[in-house]
């Protein structure tokens, strides 16, 4: 007879053939006609369902926090525009509660580091701290606070390895993965060394309590929850530390089932084990709440100062800008002006001798001068109010001769000795005047102090004397120098000026001239370079005699080269002029 074994064994394949025939394989048929329907089902109690489990373990935020939090980076990072435009309107009023609550916060710090730092409170404390061989943060959070939660440790239990922290404050990960190392080892050793029962269960830890910090461990079947806390525990911590557990495993099953050393999997579980971090402050013992006044105070004093310091630069800035319309003045010009304060102000310009006195504008434009270090030094201008006052005061002293300006052109008309148009010219000529640039003396005519002086005989000596005059002036060069300077200028104004002079008295004598430019150089150097370097010197005081308006035919250009006379060898590196004439009479 078949045993009840047997029997059991054969209705129990028989009901397993049944379920077949009205199922199917693999219960298809019942999985197949839910898929049909199973968006329909799911949507239609998808939310009560969300709803029920919230209530039920919270766990539905937990599970969508890191999703939402991806979803807003990627649209940050791809859409930006559209997700400011979308945040615009709330943002204004985000930003006034943030400030407020900013500002409300960095008081009661202020006032909380004051009390807790200036006070014999904090000083007693600071003096406890090293006393006691801890920090002083770490004394000042055991007095203000009965418990807090600094680090909380998320540890696989089979390997020991750390799959996720959180902390406080920004403690690096490397100790974070000495602490998992340190508790699995402890953790083992306590289990290994102790047994509680016939079963043979290995003893785990509960906790771990140093002189800073106590240690609550709390095990689950693949990790374990471990929080580092300061003061006293309460039981809140530790059914906290276990409701956290059971969600961990209820969420990440899979993943810590099948860990294979890779943590990247459990960083979602911030949310998580962030609200493992509890904290409980001390109640001060008076309930009347101590106005911040030292705190209020040094605000007030920083915004006073601040105050203070805007308005002196305001006023150092508009200073600034008045002094600098000095600049503007004709003949100044301000190389540097440095302003520490509206009473200390340094100065430095460069002024023309017939421009405004610095001190009188100054004073003109209530700006106390003795206020002021002035550095003044003298330059010659040529702007052309300066211009006009040095005319000015030259036309006082020719009061024959007609001065007027023609678009900038100052042109002289009158009769003049050749002296006196001599002395004019040098005149005008030392006051920033170059005729043919700024000066016009083609109405200016030439004659004798005497009716004398019209003679055929005093015309010549004037010939002559103009010629020993041009014959007297050479200009000296640096060595190995070509270039004309403005000094040079000056007497090749001068030359042109006597070659003025000479013209209508050689076609009132029927005399033929032209003038003679030397070149020379010393004795030092080979004699090819000599003769190269005294024909340039030569070549560049024709050109500039060119500009002024002498005809280069009128001129002839040589050089000598070197010349070997010990007297004057080493400084014959000039260029010398001489008149040529021949009388056609």
């Given at each position: ?316 800035s508009q200073l600034h800008e008045k002094i600098m319309q000095l600049d503007a003045q004709p003949g100044v010009i ?252």
């Amino acid at each position: 007879m078949p045993t009840d074994a047997a029997k059991e064994a054969e209705s129990a394949q028989q009901l397993e053939q049944v379920r077949t025939l009205l199922l199917g394989k693999d219960n298809s048929r019942i999985t197949d006609s839910l898929k049909k329907d199973a968006r329909k089902i799911v949507a239609e109690v998808i939310t009560e369902a969300l709803h029920d489990r919230q209530q039920k373990d919270n766990s539905v935020d937990k599970v969508l926090q890191p999703f939402v939090e991806d979803s807003v980076q990627i649209s940050v990072a791809h859409n930006s525009e559209q997700m400011v435009i979308s945040l615009y309107p709330i943002v204004g009023s985000l930003v006034r509660k943030s400030v407020a609550a900013f500002l409300s916060d960095f008081m009661e710090r202020t006032n909380q580091l004051i009390e807790n730092s200036l006070t014999i409170k904090g000083l007693t404390w600071r003096f406890k701290a090293r006393q006691g061989g801890v920090s002083y943060s770490q004394y000042a959070a055991s007095q203000t606070f009965i418990y807090r939660v600094e680090h909380v440790f998320l540890i696989h239990r089979e390997t020991g390895l750390l799959l996720n922290t959180v902390a406080l404050d920004n403690e690096s990960k490397s100790d974070a993965d000495i602490v998992s190392a340190m508790l699995t080892a402890i953790n083992d050793f306590v289990g290994d060394s102790f047994l509680t029962n016939d079963d043979r269960l290995k003893e785990q830890l509960q906790s771990v309590t140093t002189e800073n910090f106590t240690l609550l461990i709390k095990p689950g079947p693949s990790a374990l929850v471990v929080a580092a806390v300061s003061g006293n525990p309460p039981q809140s911590i530790s059914n906290q530390l276990q409701i956290t557990v059971e969600n961990i495993h209820s969420l990440y099953l899979e993943e810590l089932n099948n860990f294979d050393g890779d943590n990247q999997q459990f960083n979602k579980t911030d949310s998580l084990l962030r609200d493992c971090l509890l904290s409980e402050q001390k109640t001060a013992p008076s309930s009347k709440k101590k106005t911040p006044w030292f705190a209020w105070a040094i605000v007030c004093f920083i915004m006073l100062y601040a105050g203070y310091q805007g308005l002196n630069w305001l006023k150092t800035s508009q200073l600034h800008e008045k002094i600098m319309q000095l600049d503007a003045q004709p003949g100044v010009i301000i190389k540097q002006l440095n302003i520490d304060d509206i009473n200390t102000i340094t100065l430095d310009v460069l002024r023309d001798p017939d421009a405004i006195k610095i001190s009188d504008w100054l004073n003109a434009n209530a700006i106390n001068s003795a206020n002021v270090k002035l550095i003044e030094r003298n330059y010659y201008s040529l702007d052309a109010p300066i211009l006009h006052q040095r005319v000015d005061r030259i036309n006082a002293n020719y009061p024959n001769i007609n001065f007027t300006w023609q678009n900038n052109m100052l042109v002289l008309a009158g009769t003049l000795s050749i002296s006196e148009t001599e002395q004019l010219l040098n005149a005008l000529g030392l006051a920033g005047f170059t005729v043919g640039n700024n000066l016009d003396t083609s109405q200016l005519q030439l004659t004798s102090s005497n009716a004398v002086a019209q003679s055929k005989q005093i015309k010549q000596q004037v010939f002559n004397d103009i010629i020993g005059r041009i014959a007297s002036l050479q200009l000296n060069f640096p060595v190995a120098a070509q270039t004309v300077t403005p000094e040079m200028r000056l007497t090749l104004q001068k030359i042109y000026q006597y070659i003025e002079q000479l013209t209508p008295l050689a076609e009132s004598l029927n005399i033929n001239f032209g003038l003679l430019i030397l070149g020379s150089s010393d004795n030092t150097g080979s004699s090819s370079t000599n003769r190269i370097i005294s024909l340039q010197r030569a070549n560049n005081a024709a050109d500039v005699l060119q500009e002024h308006g002498i005809d280069k035919a009128q001129m002839f250009v040589t050089g000598l080269g070197k010349i070997d006379i010990n007297e004057i060898s080493t400084k014959a590196r000039t260029v010398m002029f001489n008149i040529i004439h021949i009388n056609n009479n």
